[in-house]
């Protein structure tokens, strides 16, 4: 156990509808990643948020957003969903700023769109 | 932007045999090269890394070396063990506070 926690794990939701997906990283670290992870995809990076605020993005549509929280839960949001949107998302959490400092994976969201 | 790509994307070794993934980037910008193992249904965890300073990495069993010259970096297992049997991701970032990129993984079976 990573001490990083995600919720929920299963999701089925159908297109064009929007869902939040939750992660409590660990104890004591204020950096969150989001991740996806798709069969056709592999593993993407999405964005990173730091104390509150967006450090890094890399792959994220503009249909996606993110935010973090003064307790530093983190929560994603998909809005029109499409079938492409299908896949695994994890939270990473990590102590610091930099991706230097070791990211610990939470069990991820089974995200599945019909 | 940055690209990874990782090879073979499946490796089985015997028992006690050495496995090698292979991955190259193209961002000669990237200097942080941080190696996941993902067990099947389980979440990635990070086994070894190494900065664009250092040419080789060791802990145990597991030893990464990195050719900056020609944009690579492997991953060494010696005496792989069952429990090896996962996929490993490779992936290259600037560092500090770039994105990160994962190559497509490698499917690793040790067999017994």
């Known amino acids: 156990d990573s001490g990083v926690t995600q919720t929920p794990k299963h999701l089925i939701t159908a297109t064009g509808q929007r869902v939040t997906l939750r992660c409590s990283p660990r104890?004591?670290?204020?950096?969150v990643y989001w991740y996806q992870q798709s069969l056709d995809q592999g593993l993407q990076f999405l964005i990173q948020?730091?104390?509150?605020?967006?450090?890094a993005k890399g792959n994220i549509l503009e249909r996606f957003s993110a935010q973090q929280f003064p307790d530093l839960h983190s929560e994603l949001n998909l809005s029109s969903l499409e079938l492409g949107d299908s896949a695994l998302y994890f939270c990473?959490?990590?102590?610091?700023?930099?991706?230097?400092?070791?990211?610990?994976f939470g069990p991820g969201t089974r995200l599945t769109v019909l | 932007g940055e690209n990874v790509e990782q090879h073979p994307s499946t490796l089985s070794v015997q028992e006690g045999d050495s496995a090698v993934i292979k991955c190259t980037y193209s961002?000669?910008?990237?200097?942080?090269f941080p190696w996941y193992k993902q067990e099947l249904g389980k979440r990635p965890q990070l086994i070894i890394d190494?900065?664009?300073?250092?040419g080789e990495k060791k802990d145990q069993r597991i030893a990464v070396t990195l050719n900056k010259t020609a944009k690579h970096f492997s991953l060494h297992i010696t005496e792989t063990q069952p429990e090896d049997s996962a996929v490993y991701f490779c992936?290259?970032?600037?560092?500090?506070?770039?994105?990160?990129?994962f190559g497509t993984g490698t499917k690793l079976q040790v067999i017994p």
């Open positions: 190494i900065r664009s300073n250092v």
């Open positions: 990473a959490s990590s102590v610091a700023e930099s991706l230097y400092n070791e990211q610990f």
């Open positions: 104890s004591g670290d204020l950096s």
């Open positions: 992936a290259a970032s600037g560092g500090g506070y770039q994105k990160v990129t």
């Open positions: 961002d000669s910008a990237s200097n942080y």
């Open positions: 948020y730091y104390n509150g605020e967006e450090r």
